[in-house]
DNA sequence: TATTGTTATACTCTATAACTATA
DNA sequence: TATAGTTATAGAGTATAACAATA
């Protein structure tokens, strides 16, 4: 085999980098004329089930506090979702969802389609497949926190 | 089936920028104390084959002029590579790996196998070589460029 | 005293634009 | 006038730490 090393193919943890970082980009532009971002997108996709606090939101999306309270405002700015106290401990905030935000959802939901055929556009439907089952069994650092934790 | 939607595992564009954020602050971590960046490491792996210019190593990592002048700098003070001019056009530099820079590269190499080690560690020797072959056949911003171009 | 959420601040990364030197 | 590379600057994104309110 001739030297042909380079890129980050051949190294499959730069691989999977590359190629998400390509796909945070791409989502941006997608997203684009709804105003929201990614990670506004994950959070209303974790309300789209029921309401959740605060500090459960933090968990799941693994982003700082501060952060989360950026994101929930937007969101909340744009009426996508509602924050109200927890009568059982007032401390916390519960989210929930609004009719907007699952409107929005669907408009997101349109626009990843559209953007997922064009970037797994030489993918077979079993590629998909595989793909979305490895992705599964990847690490996430949650669970790599976890296994330190216990 | 009940639902169960929420995470970014159920829409793989999602899924995809998701491990891809993970992998490169795993692999920062992992570069830690060789005080690389997975960029420094890309960018050693693209000099490994031969000498290129700075023109091309922009267009390989697709990143901003100014920034690939930054990371040529941060492993030129390092010693792991050399700039010197193009006898057939001044205006050019030509980039070139040095020993160290290899030496380096062995380092790093070695660190990302421990990393890629853990991070599919659930993942079976056929698995790993399908999502090398599905990475492989992603759409990059590269090859989206030149369909817009041509 | 610990926990939930918020605010303020600083730091990093990236993108933009102006600049130098060659052609 | 155009190109390769550099520098300077501003913007976005993120992390850190101090704060207020509950428990």
New binding site residues.
Partial sequence: MAAQPQGPADRLVLGLAWHG?IAN?RM?AALGLTGL?P?HVMTLRWLADGPV??????ERLE????????L??DLEDGGLLQ?R???????????EITDSGRAALDTTDAALDELEAELFADLTASDLAALRRILGRLRSSAEHFECQEG
Same sequence: chains 1, 2.
């Fill in positions: 970082a980009t941006r971002m990670r606090s605060q500090k459960e939101l933090i982003v700082d506090p501060s952060v989360l309270v950026a929930l405002n924050r106290r927890d009568p059982a401990d007032r401390r916390r905030h519960i989210v």
